[in-house]
Structure formats: structure tokens, C-alpha cells
């Protein structure tokens, strides 16, 4: 399991934890905390939209709530739309598959820091032209 926040810039922090690991919501308010911290060093920052799946920990009321400590809101999430995640079509399409929880941090913290900014900004204005597809075909997903 992962959690990678990027902007249009930047990827500010990312988190790795082993595979089939349960995420209890305490600890996903823990990992927004943290990322409160990461964010209030940036400049120019107007708001915060989270843009994640429908993980329970993602949707728990006291998770939601916690939003708008950031200045921001969170994005609805179209059911069965895992491909207009930008982890999915952006961040790690060009990732291997790795035999350890060691060597997925080590190897994606590497990747990640070797991407222009243009990557990033790339990867967020994808986002809007899926989700313009969303909106024209009145679907709640896309279909690949």
C-alpha cells in the first residue's frame, strides 16, 4: 500500500507500508497530520483538494471533517474508475514489480525524485481531461 501526495510541481512526501497491510483510520489521521506539517512549508499554497479512492479510511466522517483543517475539500471518487487515479496512469505505470516492502520504498523514492516538475504538472492536467470524459460520456467511470 502506498500514499504519494504530489502538486502540479512537486511530490511532497510518500508513504509505503507492506502489501496487504490494513489501514486502520487513527493511522491514515496520523499520515494527514504529517502531511498538514508538509504542506504549510509550501508557498503560495491557495487549497487543498484530496483526490483519493473510496477506501473506508479515505471516506470515514472523521477523515472528511479533518479537510477543511487544510484550507481544502475532498473530490468525489467515481466508483470503478481506477483509471482516472493519477497513481495509476501517471505515477506508477513505468514502476516494476518488487519482491519487498524495502525495495519499493528505496526504488520509488528514486523514481520519484528524478521526475522533472513537468511530470508532475502533466500528471495533474491529465486528471482534468479525464475527468472532462467522465462528464461528457454522463458516466459515473471510464471504460478502458
Known amino acids: 500500500m502506498s500514499q504519494v501526495l504530489i502538486t502540479s510541481n512537486i511530490k511532497i512526501s510518500s508513504y509505503f507500508r507492506e502489501i496487504k497491510t ?9 499520515r494527514l497530520e504529517k502531511l498538514k506539517e508538509a504542506i ?5 499554497w491557495n487549497k487543498v483538494i ?7 479510511p479515505h471516506v470515514a466522517q472523521n477523515v472528511q471533517e479533518k479537510s477543511p483543517e487544510f484550507g481544502g475539500e475532498s473530490l468525489s471518487y467515481p466508483s470503478y ?14 514502476l516494476q514489480r518488487f519482491d519487498n516492502i524495502d525495495s519499493i520504498g528505496n526504488n520509488t523514492e528514486k523514481y520519484f525524485n528524478e521526475k522533472p516538475k513537468k511530470f508532475y504538472n502533466d500528471g495533474i492536467m491529465a486528471l482534468l481531461k479525464r475527468w472532462e470524459e467522465v462528464v461528457e460520456r454522463e458516466d459515473n467511470y471510464i471504460l478502458p
Not at 490494513?22 to 496520523?30: E, L, P, S, T
Not at 484530496?50 to 473506508?56: C, I, L, V
Not at 474508475?81 to 513505468?94: E, N, T, V
Open 50 to 56: 484530496f483526490y483519493h479512492d473510496n477506501a473506508r
Open 81 to 94: 474508475s481506477l483509471d482516472i487515479a493519477p497513481s495509476d496512469y501517471c505515477l506508477f505505470r513505468a
Open 22 to 30: 490494513f489501514i486502520q483510520i487513527c493511522r491514515y489521521w496520523a
Open 40 to 44: 504549510a512549508g509550501l508557498l503560495n
